[in-house]
């Protein structure tokens, strides 16, 4: 074995091992200080939102993945709707059951008048009628108010799609105006034939004279009890037309007309 000067044997294997580590370790330790990581990927940490106590913490909107459900648009049911127009030759060639040279009022008097009304399915309809211009805006409003109301009317056309009969019209239980025709049991004319008056669900609103009854379907309804369509004394429907002027015949003590409206009363 060598000796150096002193008689110190060199350095053992075991002490050059502590060194070695120690230089490691000292690099280590240098490393960290300087770059604040050792070189390796971070891992990341997952973070937490504090929330006071008693306070349900609020969905980041970003991380939901249900959209937003659309608003479903509301139905809306068909506003009213009127037209009033003069009697063109069309239209006068239609009429020409009902009007003819001698009725008491000319046709340029007379006004073609359509307005939405609500059958007796709960369906919203236009309906036509042919009245005197001087009562055109007042039956327009009437019916504004019917409509408003849900009053149901089971047919409104005019009665010359029943050949101007009377009683055809009636028994299909059409609400009509116009019809130059002479008085029930009369030979006057009726009001009827100048366009100022009204029939409005004949059935349910018969006219009655002692046991005849007018239309015969009308018959279930003479007792005068509440149900679709029937008009009763003092109700929604008499209010309508009245305030455009209009009197109910079922106001009259013999006959008794509760179908009827007219602006004087007969």
Not at 22 to 40: K, W
Not at 57 to 63: C, L
Not at 101 to 126: H, I, N, W
């Amino acid at each position: 074995m060598t000796r150096f000067g002193n008689g110190v044997h060199p350095p053992t294997v075991a002490a050059a091992v502590v060194v070695i580590v120690g230089l490691v370790l000292a690099g280590c330790t240098r490393g960290a200080d300087e770059t604040g990581t050792s070189g390796a990927t971070p891992t990341p940490v997952p973070t937490t939102t504090a929330t006071a106590p008693g306070v349900t913490p609020t969905p980041d909107p970003v991380a939901t993945s249900e959209p937003t459900p659309t608003p479903t648009p509301t139905p809306t049911a068909p506003v009213f709707t009127s037209r009033i127009a003069l009697i063109d030759d069309a239209l006068a060639e239609r009429m020409q059951p009902s009007w003819w040279p001698g009725c008491p009022v000319p046709l340029e008097d007379l006004r073609y008048v359509t307005v939405t009304y609500v059958d007796f399915d709960g369906v919203a309809q236009e309906g036509e009628l042919v009245v005197h211009a001087d009562v055109a805006d007042g039956i327009v409003g009437a019916f504004a108010r019917l409509y408003e109301l849900g009053y149901p009317i089971r047919s409104m056309r005019l009665v010359d799609d029943f050949d101007a009969d009377d009683d055809a019209s009636m028994a299909a239980d059409n609400t009509s105006a116009f019809n130059c025709r002479a008085i029930t049991g009369g030979t006057g004319w009726s009001e009827h034939a100048y366009g100022r008056a009204i029939d409005v669900n004949p059935v349910e609103n018969p006219y009655v004279r002692g046991s005849h009854v007018a239309p015969p379907a009308g018959a279930a309804f003479v007792d005068r009890t509440s149900a679709h369509g029937v008009i009763l004394a003092d109700d929604e429907v008499v209010r309508a037309f009245a305030a455009a002027g209009w009197l109910w015949g079922g106001d009259w003590e013999r006959p008794i007309d509760y179908q009827h409206f007219s602006t004087t009363g007969r």
